[in-house]
């Protein structure tokens, strides 16, 4: 007899590890541009409580990691991405137009300055990943707003 299941597709699980190393790389990251103390204070926590989801020494509370959030919307995109999930604003708020073409001229000048002998290492891919995530959420709102410009006209 076929084993039926009540689920349309598996549910992929993950286990504590799995999600601990997630978001000690997703808050790696993000630490990189906006630094533990600011982190820190945004979300209302000790950097302490960083320091031990960075080690992996502990898990960080649900709505500690939800409130991470609110510094860099792809902070969790690791953890998500173990579940195959994205998670996207539900309301856009554009960016500062001339915030995003300032960090846009950044970046043409940082992936020609990788290509500058002729190929792209590694190292300047991560460097490039972490110049262009927070620009797709910028990106993104800009879209989502064009979006809803669209369906109202």
Known sequence: MTHRSNHVRPLRTSDKSDVSKAISAGWARVLRSVGKGTFADSIDIGTKTIDRALTGESVPELH?????????????????????????????????????????SNLAGQFAEALAD????????????????PLMAALTAICLEADLIKGAA
């Open 64 to 104: 500690t990691a939800l409130n991470s959030l609110s510094v860099d919307i792809t902070a969790l995109d690791e953890v998500f991405a173990l579940y195959g999930l994205r998670v996207k604003p539900m309301r856009s708020e554009p960016a500062n137009d001339i915030a995003t073409i300032s960090r846009l």
């Open 118 to 133: 002729g190929h792209r290492d590694h190292r300047e891919t991560c460097q490039l990943a972490d110049t262009i995530r």
